[in-house]
């Protein structure tokens, strides 16, 4: 049969309409998982990989909203002779379908990692020139959640090589929710809405406070482009170092209060397995959690300085508002906080008004500590945060 010249037109404009989108809807809220990287590097394999699912499942963790068992670099370890990706058949000899479905079977979601790039950043194949191959081989695998990397990309278009891992996976027909990770590079809030559900806004976490890619400096950076966070689209300062070696407990508290202050991915980053108690209730408390996952998606906003403590502020869908008092320095400082105010939005110029009718519950403490009406007088450790939420009466 001739097709006739305005039916290729048609057909093609319907094809580039479908394929130009991403699956739309995937993270109404931000992704919430574990993934091996900041733990294991390339040290992964499948029995690992079920025990970290064994963990999640009944250690809290699922029930507190943690969905997708996500493993990084190094499970594949080259192409066969039509180009179809090959995992390591000594570290995943069961294969990784038999990893997503036992993962599935515990009611979790799974992820996998690849590269824009022509190689990985361990040197693993890339995805450059086998998006279709390998979309379709996720897609049978059951895959989940997709976080694509940018490593041996020299030359590349950042927006281009998505875009095609973006179209293979629409192809491939299984919604998976995509997360690039090109560090920030080449400014993603600036053109990924389209693309994917995430993208990584700094190079890679190091496991401490201060410093250069540390829990502070990943904040701060951050906090500059906050108004591209958004539902289904989010800025991502990378995955939790909570309950790592280089990070106190008080810390690891303190960073897990900022990424649900900045409606961030929460993606523990830790050996699930042996977690110290109080690391489990920090990565747990469903009033933190709650505040990250609020459906407004807003990313916080600094409400002031005093004395050496920061105020931010994240306003939420039902009137309420979170606060983080942060203490940057290493030594305890006081705080005498008049919290009656009127605050505006820097962003989206819209206006909150704090008056004396809110009571101010700690998230931390899990109790009242007062109302508006009064000033809140405590104290706070260095490398701490007095984080409540303003809950009007
Ligand atoms: C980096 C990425 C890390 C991790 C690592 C694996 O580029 O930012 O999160 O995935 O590659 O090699």
Redesign the pocket.
């Known amino acids: 049969m001739q097709i006739r010249y305005p039916v290729l037109i048609l057909l093609t404009f319907i094809s580039l309409f479908t394929f130009a989108q991403k699956y739309p809807g995937l993270a109404p809220t931000p992704p919430m998982g574990w993934?091996s990287?900041?733990i294991f590097?390339?040290d992964i394999d499948e029995a690992k990989i079920k025990q970290m699912a064994d963990a999640m499942d009944t250690n809290g963790m699922k029930n507190a909203g943690y969905q997708y068992v996500v493993i990084?670099?190094?499970w594949q370890v080259s192409r066969d002779k039509d180009g179809y990706v090959i995992a390591d058949p000594v570290r995943f000899p069961s294969g990784i379908k038999a990893l997503a479905d036992y993962i599935h079977s515990k009611g979790l979601k799974f992820g996998i990692?690849s590269?824009a790039g022509l190689l990985?950043?361990?040197k693993r194949p890339g995805g450059a020139g086998y998006e279709d191959k390998d979309a379709q081989r996720y897609a049978e695998w059951g895959v989940d959640y997709l976080?694509y990397?940018?490593?041996n990309s020299k030359g590349m278009d950042s927006k281009v090589q998505y875009s095609r891992m973006r179209d293979a996976l629409h192809k491939a027909g299984r919604p998976i929710v995509f997360s690039l990770?090109e560090?920030g590079s080449t400014k993603p809030w600036k053109w990924a809405d389209t693309v994917g559900h995430l993208w990584?806004t700094t190079?890679?976490?190091r496991p401490r406070f201060e410093q250069h890619h540390g829990v502070l400096a990943l904040f701060d950076a951050q906090s500059k482009i906050r108004k591209y966070n958004q539902p289904d689209a989010w800025n991502d300062p990378?995955?939790l170092e909570v309950g790592n070696t280089g990070l106190s407990y008080t810390e690891s508290k303190a960073h897990f209060t900022l990424w649900c202050m900045m409606a961030a991915p929460l993606m523990s980053g830790n050996d699930l397995r042996a977690m110290n108690p109080d690391i489990l209730k920090t990565l747990t408390n469903k009033l933190a959690i709650s505040v990250d996952q609020d459906k407004l998606g807003l990313q916080c906003f600094l409400w002031k300085k005093q004395k050496g403590i920061e105020a931010w502020v994240k306003p939420l869908s039902d009137g309420n508002l979170a606060v983080c008092f942060l203490n940057r320095g290493n030594d305890t400082r006081s705080l005498d906080f008049n919290m009656q105010a009127v605050l505006t939005d820097p962003d989206f110029k819209k206006t909150y008004t704090i008056d004396a009718n809110y009571t101010i519950f700690d998230i931390w403490n899990k109790r009242e500590i007062g109302t508006t009406a009064k000033n809140v007088t405590t104290t706070i450790a260095g490398h701490d945060v007095l984080f409540v939420l303003l809950k009007k009466k």
């Open positions: 993934n990287w900041n590097h390339c990084d670099d190094c990692y590269c990985t950043c361990q976080k990397d940018w490593c990770c560090w990584r190079g890679d976490i990378d995955m």
